[in-house]
Structure formats: structure tokens, C-alpha cells
């Protein structure tokens, strides 16, 4: 994906982020599902957050 030069500071930032805050949040979220809830809540939470990414990426195209 290319970015216009005004925005590719705004793209790699938001790329950053994400790539700092997911592994420590994914986990964090996990464990604490499966402590309160059950394990099949962390596949029920996924679900539409996949459903969503892929609409998204179709939409990309």
C-alpha cells in the first residue's frame, strides 16, 4: 500500500503502535477472558473482529 508523502508519517506511526500494543494487549485480554469467563470466550471475541478485517480488506481491493 502506498501512502501520499504528506501521510506516510501518519502511516507508520499508526503501524508502530499497533505493532507495540498488540502483543502486550492480546495476551493480557486472553488470560483474562479464560480467568473470569472460559477459553471458548477468546475464540468468540476473534470472530467478529476477523469478519470485520476481511469486509475491510475486500473493500480495500
Known amino acids: 500500500m502506498q501512502f501520499p508523502a504528506e501521510k506516510r508519517s501518519t502511516a507508520q506511526v499508526m503501524f508502530s503502535v499497533v505493532s507495540v500494543v498488540a502483543p502486550a494487549l492480546g ?3 486472553g ?4 480467568d473470569n469467563y472460559n477459553w471458548r470466550w477468546v475464540f468468540l471475541v476473534n470472530v467478529p473482529s476477523v469478519c470485520w478485517r476481511s469486509f475491510s480488506i475486500r473493500g480495500l481491493s
Open 27 to 29: 495476551p493480557t485480554l
Open 31 to 34: 488470560g483474562w477472558l479464560t
